[in-house]
């Protein structure tokens, strides 16, 4: 079981080529991260798994336990089990952040069949308390007014409600301070599980020191053009981007 | 474009979605009139319905007297919409009624009119929250009922033809003086052949714990309704007072034209609440205006969902020094449907306070009008008044227009006036969608969203009610 991302290639609407053939595969249990440079391709990747409708899918597919989900709409993916954490999360006006995720709960119930008030809020509540979030933070509308740090945690929340199969996380690390990277790592790592896979989309290897991973992929211009255990990470702390790339197309 | 393609397939499920909606309102009984005014207004028809009423003669009078004010004064389509020139009051009914007196008690209501209002839910509503229930089915009630306790403090609650006839001494002094007959072409209309409708009479100090409820209910074709209302908070009372109302889908266009006047006399409070849910075959046309005076307080909550044109624009003349104002407006407009609303608010004396805040919501080729019209003398000081109308469009071809006139004269007052026009982007679409929420959710999710400060203001019954009316008109056939 996995998520596999097959030979994707993907457009913008005016034809401008983003994603060129990526392979890729998350297994179950294991951690992945995507390394790259900025405008390689990262997160255009992650919207096009979601099924963002602003990008042309020119070839390839992605399956998730062997389903293609090509023909399946954005909410058709993330109900099968995809979620995508944000970089930039939307703000969603009046819609309070207990109401959002129990919305998003709702949608995966059957017809007729509704959450649980008791157990829900009992749940969200022990995961609000393992992410330091404050109690007033269920009455507030959706990332309206959040820091970035707030916003993230609030990712990572919704990940910890909705129990995917499989977590994109899109530069979850960016504008964080290394207190608010530590809970984000920590809900993280609780996630994890021999039934779940995790990609991690990073620019730094910062964000890899508390969230290990099983392997490590770089990407440029749309491509990924290495793949290796956690040491590579290091190494492109080390000696940066262009020296991969160099040794990529040399 | 796969963002305009994605909106048109919600315009479509939308579209149905008014199908579905209507489910709860949209059936009919065959008709059992003994009266009936039959199509087309002239003089005869102002006699047969007074004849029929047994209204007195200054009733009768103040009837022709207005049916030649409606003949004599054009459509607004000067300011307002061209789609007024489509209602042919030729081949309206002006009067249609069984002839029974209202009930008392629903055990006596015909079996229709009672599985009407009772699969609307009137009479559960009654006994789950409000103090008393009037129940119109065209042209008259046909059930009226209030708490005894209530009758025992004084309230009176009947149908106006009762309140002309039986409180005459409360009614008549106050009748058509907060809006006179021509104040509008529809509001003579009113005036002419107006039936049904509340007069309500709340004596000093009585402050009603509970609601009281009319219901307007529509079930003939090719009919125009006219209720006139007429609520007396006298010195220090308090009262809320709900509408809802609910029609058929007929082939032809049908009528509302209602006429409100509330009187709130130094110190009282009334709060007028409306759900309007007419199906959208339906011209609203109603006119709405509360006086208050010294230190009373008029609130207007109102939301507009249905109909194929509102024109409503409620009102408060503050007579009485520090007396205050406010209408609370939500309208969503469809495809197929034009909500032009707003609000007057005129200061006429001193401290006198008006607030008003509007959203609207257009869908689809839906439409949404704001008129704003706020009027302070340069001879008064110390009035106030905030304006807010904020626009919500969800489709690219969604309309909306706002018309805000505020008139401040002198410079002992303060307003302020905000407006906005937001849309709900593709990227917020996106990530509601990425939780698991399919468009239609998510756009209902978002609209309720927008509205949400002003939900509350409704009473709890009706707020739920709203939010359900508004998920089935953004929702589609998701099921």
Redesign the interface.
Known sequence: MSLNIHNLSATL?DGTEILKGVTLEIPQGEVHAIMGPNGSGKSTLS?VI?G???YLVTGGNVTLDEEDVSDM???ER??AGI??A?QY???????SNA???R???Q??LP?GEEIDAVAYYKKLYSKMDLLEMDRKFTGR?VNEGFSGGEKKRNEIL?MMM?EPKYCILDETDSGLDIDALKIVAKGVNAMRSPERGILLITHYQRLLDYIKPDQVHVMAEGRIVRSGGPELALELEKHGYDFLKEAAFA | MPYEESTALLDEETHEAINIDRTKGDFVFPERHKFDAGHGLSAKTIDYICDVKNDPQWVREFRHKALQVFLDKPAPTHWATKDLENIDFDRIRYYLSDGEKPKRSWDEVPPEVLETFERLGIPEQERAFLAGVEAQYDSEAAYSNMKEELTKQGVIFVNSTEGLKNHEEIFRPWFGKVIPTGDNKYSALNSAVFSGGSFIYIPKGVKLKQPLQAYFRINSESFGQFERTLIIADEGAEVMYMEGCTAPKFETATLHSAVVELVALKGARIQYVTVQNWSNNVFNLVTKRGLAMEDAEVRWIDCNIGSRLTMKYPGVIMKGRRARGEVISIALANTGQHQDTGAKMIHAADETTSNIVSKSISVGRGRATYRGQVHIPRHLKGCRNNTECDALLINSNSRTDTYPAITVRGNRHATQHEASVSQVSEEMLFYMQQRGLNEGQAMSLAVNGFINDLVREFPMEYSVELKRLIDLEMEGSVG
């Open positions: 609407e919207k979601a963002h409708e602003g709409s954005i909410d993330s109900r979620f995508l944000f999360p939307s703000e969603v006006p009046g819609v109401n959002f995720i919305a998003a709960l949608s995966r017809k509308a919704q909705l």
